[in-house]
């Protein structure tokens, strides 16, 4: 039976992590160990558009369906975003509709083998980026799943969101944290445009990237962002203590005490990472 929990495939230490990057190639598996990028390889082929954790779980949207697990078809069809909530999985095709494969809080998906009759659309939105949890990040702004569907949750072509906590967005020019509506955190600068936001696990740690930097902080009562001389950066995930992010080119950086490495991975048009927890 097709699971979203992701397997563990080698003893859990507390300086290691398997990170899953997706990539016009397929999705690669990169072993990461304290700050060092290690064994890296193509874990299944494919066009991936985007990929997404939480806890356990991992979800991968493509140009044909949606894989979950072990990358196990769901009959869902091509897809553009996805992301992985309490709910289930939640993927967002090329035309705007968003559809709900349910499953628990873990992740695990229906009894029955997932095919395209197991997703439920909830709604439609413009343009649809990326998602996080139950948001979305779209051309009309943010919207949220809510009572079995999507509803409007405020501003304006939305690059990115983050579900931890309390949720992040981002559009070109601006991060928002939600308070008392969305209010404005951070500008992205003359020389910047925002392109991804995320939180850790609890919604603590956090971080936002432009195409000249990376802004990152500490926790959930801090109210600066520290400024990490990184360009190029698409996405990122944490890794335990660890930030990993990867560059459209195909780079994957670490973060780790104050400094960052990287390694070239050679893949082509790199879009999301993703961390399953005990990966």
């Known amino acids: 039976m097709p699971t979203i929990a992701e397997k563990r495939v080698f003893t859990q230490r507390d300086d290691a992590a398997r990170v899953f990057v997706a990539s016009s190639m397929g999705v690669a598996s990169v072993s990461l160990s304290g700050d060092i990028v290690g064994e890296f390889g193509i874990e299944h082929r494919c066009d991936a558009r985007d990929v997404a954790a939480r806890g356990g779980a991992l979800a991968v949207a493509t140009d044909e369906d949606v894989l ?21 999985v939640l993927a967002a095709a090329p035309d705007g509709t968003v559809s709900l494969l349910a499953g628990d809080a873990e992740g695990d998906a229906p009894d029955a083998e997932p095919t395209g009759d197991a997703w439920v659309a909830v709604g439609s939105v413009d343009d649809p980026r990326r998602m996080d949890g139950r948001l979305v990040a779209a051309g009309d702004g943010v919207h949220r799943l809510r009572d079995g569907g999507m509803e409007y949750a405020g501003l304006d072509d939305a690059r990115d969101v983050s579900d931890r906590g309390v949720p992040l967005a981002v559009t070109a020019e601006t991060l928002y944290t939600l308070g008392n509506g969305w209010m404005a955190d951070l500008d992205a600068g003359a020389d910047g445009s925002f392109r991804c936001v995320v939180a850790d696990e609890e919604g603590e740690r956090a971080v936002a990237a432009t ?20 360009a190029g950066i698409v996405d990122a995930a944490f890794a335990g203590r660890h ?23 050679g893949l082509p048009d790199v879009r999301a990472v993703a961390v399953p927890r005990g990966a």
């Open 211 to 230: 195409d000249a930097a990376a802004y990152e902080r500490a926790d959930a009562t801090a109210t600066e962002w520290t400024e990490h001389d990184e």
């Open 68 to 88: 979950v697990g072990d990358f196990a078809p769901t009959g869902h069809g091509p897809a553009v975003a996805v992301g992985v909530a309490g709910d289930g």
């Open 243 to 265: 930030l990993v992010a990867v560059t459209e080119a195909g780079e994957a950086r670490v973060f780790a005490d104050g400094g960052w490495r990287g390694r070239t991975l």
